[in-house]
């Protein structure tokens, strides 16, 4: 494994020893005082080459274990990670670029990006010895932390808004957890969970909170890179809730840098919904030399996934997608449904409308020409359309409506309306 040589708060940079806190730097607090997992990056890349992750042959997250902090031989049985990476070149044409990567993350465990966060946050759970853990959560974190919970056979503590879409509570509840749906918003269930996980001692898995998070979400980048035979596209676009996801994904991209794996990183852009966008103003204020905090606005957006007003990673993504070269970009809800129709049509990939985000983002990025003709651009899709398949059925329309007769069938196939 990786052995950290410090966590060090974001804000204020003062560097604590490996583990010496779960969450915050003390002096900072929650928000503003996130940690950040640093390495020797010397001595790993000294020891690393572009074929050391397959030499694992592990078809894991866990392939990665020589940049990640705890060890494989604490890993719960339940693949995250490897997720495939497809090309899709008719419509990189269409869209006039020369490459169209689509990583598909809706393949996970318990299809979403999140099971990659939690895979190694319950690692580090067994590391420390912690026999329970807890999550606030808009649905997918939890049905992740239920998932590994289950499979790990621990006890599972979850806070949800209680408008969470009915497919994720189902697959909370399947896993067996302890489900409460708390009356208010995704604000309000991060706020008693905060207060459970002090008054219970349980560990807490929730986005933007442990420094383990942003561990296991790196991996996505190292996949992109090896998946690309070691190179980098120009442009990694992911939707943006907390910040989370985006953090790990630009520390993975700034790592493979920094050890010499990759030339340099992709500039990475952070979709949100124009009703939830707390992020993307958070980076607009330190463009401007303003503060980041506090980033605390209200939220609305069908994409439920990102419907964030308080988001808890925001000092880390707005930093390191500054350092990257990328920014963020805002799209409507119309935008977001049009683009769970148009990428499950396209591309043979269904999403959920926060997954289908940064297709809507990059539709846009390259209509206000921040991307050009001929660049090479990945998305990452996020979690799943069966997770919430409202959306997708308000993109699609409905089926056509025949009696049991194959005349019926040819007479609506031949008609010209179709
Ligand atoms: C959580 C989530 C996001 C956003 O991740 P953050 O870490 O909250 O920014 C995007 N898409 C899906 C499907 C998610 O579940
Ligand atoms: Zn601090």
Redesign the pocket.
């Known amino acids: 494994m990786g052995e950290p040589v410090a966590f060090r708060c974001v804000s204020c940079k003062r560097e604590y020893g490996p583990w010496e806190h779960d969450y915050y730097c003390p002096r900072c607090g929650p928000v503003k005082g996130t940690l950040e997992v640093l390495y020797d990056y010397g001595a790993l890349a000294r020891k690393l080459s572009p074929l050391s992750f397959a030499q694992t042959r592990r078809f894991s997250l866990w392939r990665y274990e020589e940049v990640l902090p705890v060890g494989f031989e604490y890993a719960v049985d339940l693949r995250a990670g490897w997720t495939p990476l497809y090309a899709r070149p008719e419509l990189a044409a269409e869209l006039g670029l020369s490459a169209l990567w689509i990583k598909d993350d809706s393949l996970n465990p318990t299809g979403?990006?999140?099971d990659r966060a939690t895979a190694v946050v319950i690692a580090a759970a067994r590391y420390l010895s912690r026999s329970a853990l807890t999550c606030a959560s808009?649905g997918?974190?939890a049905s992740s932390v239920a998932g590994f919970c289950a499979a790990a056979g621990i006890p599972a503590y979850i806070f949800v808004p209680e408008a969470t879409p009915r497919p994720k509570v189902a697959q909370l509840l399947a896993f067996g957890a302890t489900v409460f749906a708390v009356e208010g918003d995704y604000s309000h269930a991060q706020r008693l969970c905060e207060e459970a996980r002090e008054r219970f001692g349980w560990y807490d898995r929730s986005?933007g909170v442990s420094p383990m998070n942003a561990e296991g979400k790196k991996t996505g980048a190292y996949e992109i890179w090896e998946q690309l035979g070691g190179k980098v596209p120009d442009y990694v676009l992911v939707?943006?809730?907390?910040?989370?996801?985006?953090s790990g994904i630009c520390k993975g991209f700034l790592e493979l840098a920094e050890l010499g794996l990759s030339e340099s990183a992709p500039k990475v852009y952070g979709v949100q919904a124009e009703g939830a966008a707390a992020v993307a103003h958070a980076f607009a204020r330190m463009k401007r030399g303003e503060g980041i905090l506090p980033a605390e606005e209200p939220a609305e957006t069908l994409a439920d996934?990102?419907c964030?007003g308080n988001p808890k990673?925001v000092v880390k993504a707005v930093t390191y997608v500054d350092r990257t070269g990328g920014g963020f970009v805002t799209v409507s809800d119309e935008e977001i449904i049009g683009a769970v129709g148009e990428l499950a049509r396209k591309a043979g990939v269904f999403a959920?409308p926060?997954?289908a985000a940064p297709y809507a983002g990059l539709l846009r990025l390259l209509r206000d020409e921040v991307i050009g003709e001929g660049a090479k651009v990945a998305i990452v899709i996020?979690?799943s359309g069966l997770k919430n398949p409202e959306g997708a059925l308000r993109a699609a329309g409905e089926p056509l409506r025949v009696p049991p007769e194959i005349g019926a069938v040819e007479r609506i196939l031949s008609a010209d309306a179709l």
């Open positions: 979403s990006y999140k808009t997918n974190t986005d939707s943006v809730g907390d910040g989370s996801v985006i996934s990102i964030v990673d959920e926060a997954a996020t979690g």
